[in-house]
């Protein structure tokens, strides 16, 4: 059946996530650029932007594994009132540094690192915390506007950073994402959801394991982590490079950062409205390979361009296809995975989407040291739409499910 529009903002506990993540996550993206901006401007280095980024992703890769543990044997939550009150102190601690005039490049890796460990826990947390709040029935739509309020904030934050940039300084975008997580806590604070608690445990690893047997025993899941993991190596990355389009390609500056940044979103944000309007998609199989195909040629196109405004239009699609696809493989993979599994099942998906990032990011800034950042760039989306086309060809005939 056919779910309502924007039918999980029925329930109270989403509605005050919804919206305070909305806020908290503007302010997240508006500390990106800006230290993407800072990163630059000490270092005049893509390799060193691949290195912050890596930094923190990381503890992605390192922990996110036992993060989905810890999301299936504790109160949701409790946890995310935690993890979400210490990611104020790496905005803190960077913005004060900035300000003083004495940050370096390793102390930002450094920050960026321990909210990579925070993160590790935050995101599987996060993501099964969902279905808690809104039920089965619900899911897909919570899904889909909870990647609105992520992309949303795409738009709003990097454009306010860019502004902020030129006319209060860098450090007054690290102090407002600071501030910006007090909304996010209030709103957990206000739920009467508490997050369900799983006591039964066969110890870290036999629980990770479980988690790891469920995907290999799904084929079509499997198919859709691979492709997820490629492009988190050689696809996504590009976002980190975008320091260096603006600056060197389009000659625009922080405000034309801002703008690259924000098109993106645009194109994300509508991906996720589409998704929570239309409530669901039938043929999921089809629409992802025509959603993965259209990110990968948009950024190959944007790889090569040297006009500004068409950029921004490629971006803007290439980020409609990453969060389309997206958004439908994980409303597929919450509503095949047992409750008792979700925590670890979406760790899963949060490694190949975040976790193996550090690696991709690490690869693309020393391949665009060497061959330049739209070579690196262009070449990554080829790989991307290798691997896409194999997908199409590989999706069951007629799906309806995936």
Request: include cysteine.
């Amino acid at each position: 059946m056919k779910a309502k529009r924007f039918s999980a903002l029925s329930h109270r506990d989403f509605r005050l996530f919804w919206f305070g993540q909305l806020i908290s996550l503007s302010g997240t993206w508006m500390q990106s650029v800006a230290q993407g901006w800072l990163v630059y401007s000490l270092t005049k280095s893509p390799f060193y932007l691949g290195v912050v980024a890596a930094s923190a992703s990381l503890p992605v890769l390192l922990f996110t594994f036992v993060g989905g543990v810890i999301a299936d044997r504790y109160p949701k939550r409790t946890l995310l009132l935690l993890t979400q009150t210490l990611s104020i102190f790496p905005a803190l601690i960077l913005g004060i540094l900035t300000s003083l005039g004495v940050i370096t490049v390793w102390q930002v890796a450094l920050l960026a690192a321990f909210l990579g460990t925070i993160n590790a826990v935050d995101i599987p947390t996060r993501q099964s915390f969902l279905i808690e709040m809104v039920g089965r029935g619900h899911i897909v739509n919570a899904i889909a506007l909870n990647s609105a309020a992520f992309n949303g904030s795409r738009i709003i934050g990097p454009v306010i950073a860019g502004l902020s940039i030129t006319y209060l300084g860098m450090p007054a975008c690290f102090f407002i994402n600071a501030a910006s997580f007090i909304a996010v806590i209030i709103a957990l604070w206000m739920m009467e959801t508490r997050g369900e608690r799983k006591a039964s445990s066969e110890g870290v690893i036999r629980d990770v394991l479980r988690g790891v047997e469920f995907i290999r025993s799904h084929d079509e899941i499997t198919r859709v982590i691979i492709l997820i993991a490629i492009f988190s190596l050689v696809g996504i990355p590009y976002i980190n490079l975008l320091p260096v389009f603006s600056a060197e390609v389009f000659h625009a500056g922080p405000r034309g950062l801002g703008f690259l940044v924000g098109a993106s979103g645009i194109g994300a944000l509508t991906a996720a409205l589409g998704i929570a309007v239309a409530g669901d998609v039938e043929n999921k199989s089809r629409f992802m390979s025509a959603a993965a195909l259209c990110f990968s040629f948009a950024l190959l196109v944007f790889s090569i361009s040297k006009l500004f405004w068409l950029s921004l239009i490629v971006i803007m699609a290439g980020g409609w296809g990453m969060v389309s696809y997206l958004a439908v493989a994980n409303s597929y993979i919450q509503v095949s995975v047992p409750d008792e599994l979700r925590g670890r099942v979406m760790s899963v998906y949060s490694f190949v989407f975040l976790g193996i990032a550090p690696i991709g990011n690490a690869i693309m800034g020393l391949v665009a040291d060497v061959l330049g950042t739209t070579r690196a760039v262009g070449l990554g989306a080829v790989i991307c739409i290798l691997a896409s086309a194999v997908f199409w060809q590989k999706r069951p005939a007629g799906a309806k499910v995936l």
